[in-house]
């Protein structure tokens, strides 16, 4: 899901989930918060009894969000981080869905006093073992003991791995996801059991996935429109968005030319940016970045470092020339000198850039939009910063009010759109 590599450290609050690194490609692995935190999915403790109690005050809340009461759109949020002083930051009201690879009891509790459903993210998929039927049925029953257990609502797939377009673990992918949603519903009926994919479909870091089949198994697929940067094709070697509006548009019409409905579909966008070291910097501010194979390609955002928006905002303050648009990628950049005096630039988005995105995804009849990951904004208490971070979440659309938002921003974005064309 959040790629940090094995050339750089873990960052802020956010630990290693799924990587790449030019030597061994994608990996996953599954870290808690902090250093002592549990690192395996665990079905929690029960009781003598054999049963479970539900740890909330109000025990509605231990009962699976209703099917009346879900939202026929997703705002779907990814998060690492279970304290409470930083889930309190959320803006619940625009979430409907949020994903994680370990709850607490209180947050689920208090998710569910929200309205909030929560889904299990389930990254650890042994590949080698995908094709065995039995090792599937047990392997499934083991993730819907979780659920059930830990008073959850679905499940997210998050693999990330390759596999071949001729492999046999192709189909037995699409099998899991299948077989996952018949069994979670047969105990859950109202569950939902989605699958992220990549930002295209036409084999993205060697995952040449059947997407068509996945998307028909799934409830939906999360499409992560982010790190489009992880195979840089050249001629050159430079710094770019993170999410170019023009590629994000080319991998959803990917995706709807294999026959994929868009109301099967969850735009995912990035609360996060990549800080790049430059090799050197044109008059026309074009970063040329150091090479670094990967899939292939000659050029990578491995060589970039990830960072949330709330430190964005903190490079942003040492800006050398202040926020820029860039045109290609329809969002932001900035430079910056670091400790020793090297030229750094950053590309991320903000409010206006992911306004512009958001509106794709409502005006095309997507399923929804959703974040990696919304606890990017957690260190943002100056009354300036504050202020953004309310600000990114006031854009973000409203299942509630889905259909009003293209009328109440269109005007705004499609002025900025036209002047960059």
Known sequence: MFRITTLLPALGCFLLFCGKSPQNGVFCQLWGMGTDNATQQKVPTRNNSGTRHCPCENADLCKPIPARSIAKKEVYGFATNTKKEVYLKYDWSKLTSLAMWEFTDELMCYAHSKGVRLDLVVSEIPKDKLTDPEWRKTYIQQKVDIITNGFLDGLNYDPEYGIALGSPERQALVDLVNETRLALKKVLPDSKVSFDAAWASFCVDDRCYDYKGLSDAADWLFI????????????????????PYDKMVDGIS??????????????????????????????KDICEIPRATYHGAPCSDLVGNQKQFDEIMILMENSTNGRQWNLDGEAPQFNYKNATGHIRQVHYDDPQSLVLRYLFAVSNNMHGVGFWHVGCMTNMETPEKSALRKQMWDLVPSAASWDRYVAEHQSNATAKLSRHR
């Open 254 to 283: 990917g995706y709807l030319s294999l026959g994929i409905s868009p109301e099967k579909m969850v735009l995912g966008l990035p609360w996060y940016g990549y800080d790049y070291p430059c090799v050197s910097l044109s008059d």
């Open 224 to 243: 992560m429109s982010y790190d489009i940067q992880g195979q840089i094709w050249g001629p050159d070697c430079i710094a770019m968005s993170n999410t």
